[in-house]
């Protein structure tokens, strides 16, 4: 947008520009990359469609494609991306074999074929000639960009345990991804990123619960250095591209003339929004937000459930869109919405919402409300031998232990709802229930969910386990060694005195 075109003052601009070296800042510096995509294609199929597309190819000259022909049943899998694509085949000798290929064409409806950039499908094209200039148009030096930052370590689906049926307990950005930039093995229980695939839609952001995927540039905690900016301003969302549109301009004059107090948030991907980014900058402005444009129904969910909150506890809403002028006229400042929260690198969404709204909650209660991504854990204290299966396996700590009074803790914000506490729990008395967050002080809070008391061995009175896991294990057991007391008693010794007891009975 160009200065003095639209109602914005020096200062304006001032926040504008620094918003935007704070994204730099936090953008590494080797996102552009580039893959050479040699001119090799393998065309998978058989009928009269395939032999018309072969032949015509064999026409074009001009780029010297060099085609590989394979029939659908000798196609086993393929990996790799763009350029670099490996498919594994059955020869003539029915062993499988490997091959090399920069892109593909298929004919054919083939289950292990994902739809990676450079897998081309017949069905998507007109003709044999369009179908021809996309493969074509790829050759050369292909250039793409890095969106996505991956951790793997607080994501719910890496390397866990796979639900009854395969699939693991999270892949809400596999599921939404349009394309194959974020694609999960089953087998592996092992996410892949493609950033040659990665359209950068910033789907994947909105729903990951953990803060697993973020936007490249958009961290939490670059995002929250950008919203500290629009303290008593407005913060009008738009896309980077809107705001580079100048047809857009006679209705930003509008808007930014009907509300003085708005200021653009200038951001590559709105679509990446979820609640706590809202809610981060809701608080750190200290008013509600306007997203102007369009959004993705996932983003509108996350709209309604911070709106549904937001009036609960203010009796107004936190996010409006921009397209009704009248809603923006009566906007103005909410200096108690106002809330400085400074994330650091290694928080993630649910320690930063969590945060954030038990500065609204404070001590009231406000009743509950139905949230995706939030669940409340119920666990049978008089069977839980506080074996802490369900600790380890809750990587976002709503779930822990108190070593000093042995006792199982669970804080309602900070629960994903993935439910993996629920099959991992030895004894069977967890249960889970789904989308459901009560906005009072004890969500926010650590509540004992189990408590026992600490057993003692007999041998050397060190504590090592609780009673109600020795009692379990006595009443298994003491069938087996009702003849052998010192069996019976080395059940109730440390591992240490274990052995030596088991020695005195050897000798």
């Not at 699939?167 to 939404?176: K, L, P, Q, S, W």
């Not at 995002?223 to 809107?242: E, G, H, M």
């Not at 001590?363 to 995706?372: A, I, L, P």
């Amino acid at each position: 947008m160009k200065q003095n075109i639209l109602p914005l003052q020096s200062k304006d601009y001032e926040i504008l520009n620094e918003a935007n070296e704070i994204a730099l800042d936090f953008t590494a510096f080797d996102l552009n990359r580039s893959v050479f995509v040699a001119p090799t294609l393998a065309v998978i199929g058989n009928g009269q469609l395939c032999e018309d597309f072969l032949n015509f190819c064999t026409k074009q000259n001009s780029c010297k494609l060099s085609i590989t022909h394979l029939l659908p049943q000798d196609f086993v899998r393929l990996s790799g991306h763009l350029g670099d694509f490996k498919i594994y085949f059955k020869d003539t000798s029915h062993r499988i074999d490997t091959l090399c290929i920069a892109q593909v064409v298929s004919f054919a409806h083939l289950e292990n074929l994902s739809a990676y950039k450079g897998i081309h499908l017949a069905n998507a094209y007109s003709d044999a000639a369009s179908m021809f200039q996309a493969v074509v148009d790829f050759i050369g030096e292909y250039a793409y960009r890095q969106n996505i930052i991956f951790n793997p370590s607080v994501c719910q689906y890496q390397d866990r345990r796979p639900l009854e049926n395969g699939e693991g307990f999270c892949h809400y950005c596999v599921d939404v991804c349009p394309t194959m930039g974020i694609a999960k093995d089953d087998t592996t229980m092992l996410l892949s990123t493609s950033p040659i695939d990665c359209i950068g839609c910033g789907k994947c952001v909105c729903v990951c619960p953990t803060g697993s995927v973020q936007k490249e540039g958009d961290t939490l905690e670059s995002f929250t250095y950008r919203a500290r900016l629009y303290k008593d301003r407005i913060p009008l969302v738009v896309s980077s591209s809107q705001w580079a549109n100048e047809e857009n301009l006679p209705i930003f004059n509008t808007l930014l003339s009907s509300q003085p107090l708005a200021l653009p948030f200038v951001i590559d991907v709105p679509n990446m929004l979820n609640e706590t980014y809202l809610l981060t900058l809701i608080q750190e402005s200290g008013a509600p937000v306007v997203i102007f444009g369009e959004i993705d129904e996932l983003v509108m969910e996350c709209v309604e459930s911070l709106n549904v909150i937001c009036e609960k506890i203010f009796g107004r809403k936190g996010v409006i869109f921009g397209d009704s002028l009248k809603d923006i006229d009566s906007l103005m400042l909410m200096p108690h919405w106002h809330y400085l929260y400074t994330p650091n690198a290694k928080e993630g969404v649910k320690d930063i919402f969590s945060a954030r709204l038990q500065s609204w909650v404070k001590q009231e209660s406000f009743g509950s409300v139905s949230m995706k991504g939030f669940g409340e854990v119920k666990v049978d204290a008089s069977k839980c031998t506080l074996c802490l299966s369900c600790v380890e396996a809750c990587n976002t700590h709503a779930l822990i232990n108190q070593t000093s009074s042995f006792e199982l803790l669970f804080k309602a914000s900070l629960c994903t709802d993935c439910g993996y506490c629920v099959p991992t729990c030895a004894e069977n008395v967890i249960t889970l229930e789904s989308r459901t967050f009560d906005l009072s002080p004890v969500s926010f809070e650590y509540v004992s969910k189990a408590q026992d008391k600490p057993f003692r061995c007999v041998e050397c009175n060190k504590i090592f386990a609780t009673h109600k896991s020795i009692e379990k294990i006595k009443a298994i057991l003491s069938p087996a060694f009702q003849s052998n007391p010192s069996k019976l008693r080395s059940l109730e010794c440390c591992a240490d005195c274990k052995v030596k007891v088991m020695f005195e009975v050897a000798k």
